[in-house]
């Protein structure tokens, strides 16, 4: 009798947790006053909504500075190939300086409501990728922000990295173009996929559900667009509108 309670209460659970689509930030709340793409201030706006998540890039530079920055280039600097000191006074569109990951962090730890969505941009080799996956996850730990750091990325090895590195974290792959069975093989717990997909396979959403994984969409901005998805049932919408879509949500 117990075992037959608990299993009903594990279904409840995993029929609730997808019953309310959450919005995430899509590099923070960026589209406001003195706000922008990546910045701190974005991280803080999104808090304030409030959203669920607040997504944000990391790099690693040639010295090994992880740095958030949504492309891999700075001027005609690769940022790879590139030492910290010579990209460090970068300046964002509202005057902030380029931020280390390290301060991001810090300031994401004095907003424990906000999911922090730390997206590792592929690098320009595996060692690369592997080297700045082992030094992201170290930085996580080491902050205790295991539980509020979820990962995301186009790179399926920097997501085989992760899984080995930090087996109990929140992992998704972003590059749409695999099914969600074999995501669930590779051991990561969710599909964050462009929406455009979901025209073609739009059962992968309940494919993922039933093999327990959870399903993100990006980057979806129109009103038409994100009915669609709110209709597919999908639990978290990535948009640079976090307000518009929480109010669409919400209904």
Same mark, same amino acid.
């Given at each position: 009798?117990?075992?037959?309670?608990?299993?009903?209460?594990?279904?409840?659970?995993?029929?609730?947790?997808?019953? =309310?689509? /959450?919005?995430?930030? *899509?590099?923070?709340?960026?589209?406001?006053?003195?706000?922008? @793409?990546?910045?701190?201030?974005?991280?803080?706006?999104?808090? @304030?909504?409030?959203?669920?998540?607040?997504?944000?890039?990391?790099?690693?530079?040639?010295?090994? $500075?992880?740095?958030?920055? *949504?492309?891999?280039?700075?001027?005609?600097?690769?940022?790879? #190939?590139?030492?910290?000191?010579?990209?460090?006074?970068?300046?964002?569109?509202? +005057?902030?300086?380029?931020?280390?990951?390290?301060?991001?962090? @810090?300031?994401?730890?004095?907003?424990?409501?906000? =999911?922090?969505?730390?997206?590792?941009?592929?690098?320009?080799?595996?060692?690369?990728?592997?080297?700045?996956?082992?030094?992201?996850?170290?930085?996580?730990?080491?902050?205790?922000?295991?539980?509020?750091?979820?990962?995301?990325?186009?790179?399926?090895?920097?997501?085989?990295?992760?899984?080995? #590195?930090?087996? $109990?974290?929140?992992?998704?792959? #972003?590059?749409?173009?695999?099914?969600?069975?074999?995501? /669930?093989?590779? +051991?990561?717990? +969710?599909?964050?996929?462009?929406?455009?997909?979901?025209?073609? *396979?739009?059962?992968?959403?309940?494919?993922? *559900?039933?093999?327990?994984?959870?399903?993100?969409?990006?980057?979806?901005?129109?009103?038409?667009?994100?009915?669609?998805?709110?209709?597919?049932?999908?639990?978290?919408?990535? $948009?640079?509108?976090?307000?518009?879509?929480?109010?669409?949500?919400?209904?």
């Amino acid at each position: 009798m117990k075992k037959i309670l608990f299993i009903c209460l594990m279904a409840f659970h995993v029929l609730s947790s997808y019953s =309310q689509t /959450r919005i995430i930030a *899509h590099r923070g709340f960026w589209n406001c006053d003195g706000s922008a @793409q990546n910045s701190i201030t974005a991280l803080k706006k999104a808090s @304030q909504i409030p959203v669920y998540g607040s997504e944000f890039d990391v790099l690693m530079t040639s010295d090994g $500075t992880l740095v958030v920055n *949504h492309d891999d280039v700075i001027g005609s600097d690769t940022i790879n #190939l590139t030492p910290y000191a010579r990209i460090k006074e970068t300046k964002l569109n509202n +005057g902030e300086t380029l931020p280390l990951l390290s301060d991001y962090l @810090q300031a994401g730890k004095q907003l424990p409501e906000t =999911q922090l969505i730390l997206e590792i941009k592929p690098h320009l080799t595996k060692e690369l990728e592997d080297r700045a996956v082992a030094a992201i996850v170290k930085m996580v730990n080491e902050m205790g922000l295991e539980k509020q750091v979820e990962y995301i990325s186009f790179s399926m090895n920097i997501c085989e990295q992760l899984v080995k #590195l930090s087996p $109990t974290s929140e992992i998704a792959y #972003l590059k749409s173009d695999i099914a969600p069975s074999v995501i /669930r093989e590779k +051991g990561l717990t +969710g599909i964050d996929y462009y929406y455009k997909v979901f025209d073609k *396979h739009p059962e992968w959403v309940e494919e993922a *559900h039933k093999v327990g994984l959870k399903v993100n969409v990006w980057t979806v901005n129109e009103t038409p667009d994100l009915q669609k998805m709110l209709d597919l049932k999908v639990d978290f919408i990535t $948009t640079d509108h976090p307000v518009e879509a929480k109010e669409l949500a919400s209904k």
